[in-house]
């Protein structure tokens, strides 16, 4: 399912996949299985603080408790400013994020969702995010095709593991760890 969506992604933004990009791309198969114990004040804490996920692709299932919310991106004409939307579950749904990888590919086409989980004082909570990453040696950067519709590349090259390494030296700051790879434009 996962390589299908990512099929269907690349298509859209021009790129035609073979199986050795879901293999570098979506090659690394993790799987968490979150638990969020109840909490008598759901304010003093939280599940998971804001970020976004590193890999390319993260299937989550989730429980009918709710928790996640993604930050609602700042539009300069709104004035919209680290607004959160509660995502509800839907039973049976998969819930589909885009990943900071695929943001980097797709040259910002695509944008990963910073997001975080809350508590609550009722009910437990349970997730669980299959992550589809990039190997860690294989070279991240925006796909040729992409760039050359787009005339110039808005992140440089780096290998996976160097993304990784620099996005945890940045836990939950948001999407702090784009400043490693994002090209300032004169």
């Not at 073979?18 to 804490?45: H, I, K, Q």
């Not at 998969?94 to 508590?119: C, F």
Request: with cysteine; charged share 25%.
């Amino acid at each position: 399912m996962a390589r299908r969506i990512m099929e269907i992604l690349m298509k859209n933004i021009g790129v035609e996949s073979d199986d050795s990009m879901a293999e570098n791309y979506m090659g690394v198969r993790v799987v968490n299985m979150n638990f969020y114990p109840t909490c008598p004040d759901p304010g003093l804490t939280v599940g998971i603080g804001r970020h976004s996920d590193i890999g390319t692709i993260t299937v989550l299932l989730q429980d009918d408790v709710g928790g996640l919310s993604i930050r609602v991106q700042e539009d300069e004409n709104v004035g919209n400013k680290d607004e959160w939307l509660e995502i509800p579950p839907i039973p049976g749904a998969l819930l589909i994020n885009i990943g900071d990888s695929l943001q980097i590919l797709s040259n910002g086409k695509y944008k990963s969702a910073e997001h975080r989980v809350g508590t609550t004082s009722t009910r437990s909570r349970v997730s669980i995010p299959f992550f589809l990453n990039p190997g860690p040696k294989v070279i991240l950067g925006p796909m040729p095709q992409v760039i050359g519709k787009d005339g110039k590349a808005q992140y440089k090259e780096c290998l996976f593991e160097d993304y990784k390494n620099n996005f945890f030296g940045h836990a939950y700051q948001g999407k702090k760890s784009f400043d490693f790879v994002k090209i300032n434009s004169p």
